[in-house]
C-alpha cells in the first residue's frame, strides 16, 4: 500500500511525513490554493528528501508548458494532472503522469479505458473545489475503477476511515491532504502517522485472507 501526502507547504511537515512512512509528497501548484506554493520554495524541500521518496507536483488546469517548466525548476519526479491535457501533450513530460478525475454520483468508470497514465487519481467532485475538500465518495467506484489502471483514492480520507476505505477499494495508494491537517496547509503529525499506519495495516490485514 502506497501512500501520498498531498499539499505539503514546509520543511517540517514533509520531514514529518516521511517519518511517518510516506512514499510520495504532494506539492500543489495551482493557484489559489490554501496549500501552494512556489517552484522555488517546493525544490528547497525537495533537496532535503531521501532518494526512495517521490516529490509530486499537482496541477490544475496548467499548460503543458508550466508542467514541463516544474520538472526542471522543482525537481518533481511525478506530475499529477487533470483531464484537460491531451495525449500528445503528455508524450511531451519526461515524467510518470498521475491523471485525477472528479468523482460525481453518475461517473462513470468507463470513461477511463485508453488512459495511458501511470495511475488514475479518484477525487470528490465538489462545485469550484479543486481538491481538498474533505468529502469522500462511493469507494466501490474506485474498486470498478481498477480494473483500467492503478488506481489512487483521494477524497475526505483520514486516520478514522482510510482502513475502510483500503477494504473496500482495494486501491495501489491512498492519497490526504485535509484529512492529517490541523490548519489548511499545516499538517498534524501525530495524524499523519496515524494515516500511514490505519492504510497499511488494513492493507496488511487484506493480505492475510488473501484478498
Not at 514533509?14 to 512556489?38: E, K, N, Q, W
Request: charged share 20%.
Amino acid at each position: 500500500m502506497k501512500v501520498k501526502i498531498c499539499g505539503i507547504t514546509n520543511a517540517e511537515d514533509a520531514h514529518a511525513a516521511v517519518r511517518a512512512g510516506a512514499d510520495a509528497l504532494g506539492f500543489v501548484f495551482a493557484a489559489g490554493s490554501p496549500r501552494s506554493i512556489s517552484f522555488s520554495d517546493a525544490a528547497a524541500i525537495i533537496a532535503e528528501l531521501p532518494p526512495f521518496v517521490t516529490p509530486v507536483g499537482v496541477f490544475s488546469d496548467a499548460t503543458i508548458d508550466r508542467l514541463i517548466d516544474a520538472v526542471g525548476r522543482a525537481n518533481i519526479r511525478c506530475l499529477q494532472i487533470d483531464a484537460r491535457v491531451g495525449p500528445a501533450d503528455l508524450a511531451r513530460i519526461p515524467v510518470p503522469i498521475i491523471r485525477s478525475f472528479r468523482v460525481r454520483p453518475d461517473f462513470d468508470v468507463r470513461t477511463l479505458e485508453g488512459e495511458i497514465a501511470q495511475a488514475l487519481l479518484l477525487d470528490t467532485y465538489a462545485k469550484g473545489i479543486q481538491g481538498g475538500t474533505g468529502m469522500t465518495f462511493d469507494w466501490s467506484v474506485a474498486a470498478a475503477a481498477s480494473r483500467y489502471g492503478r488506481i489512487i483514492l483521494a477524497g475526505g480520507l483520514n486516520p478514522e476511515n482510510v482502513g475502510e476505505a483500503v477494504r473496500i477499494a482495494r486501491p495501489y495508494a491512498v492519497d490526504v491532504s485535509s484529512g492529517v491537517e490541523s490548519t489548511p496547509g499545516k499538517k498534524d503529525h501525530a495524524r499523519l502517522s496515524a494515516f500511514c499506519r490505519a492504510a497499511r495495516d488494513a492493507a496488511v490485514r487484506l493480505q492475510a485472507i488473501g484478498e
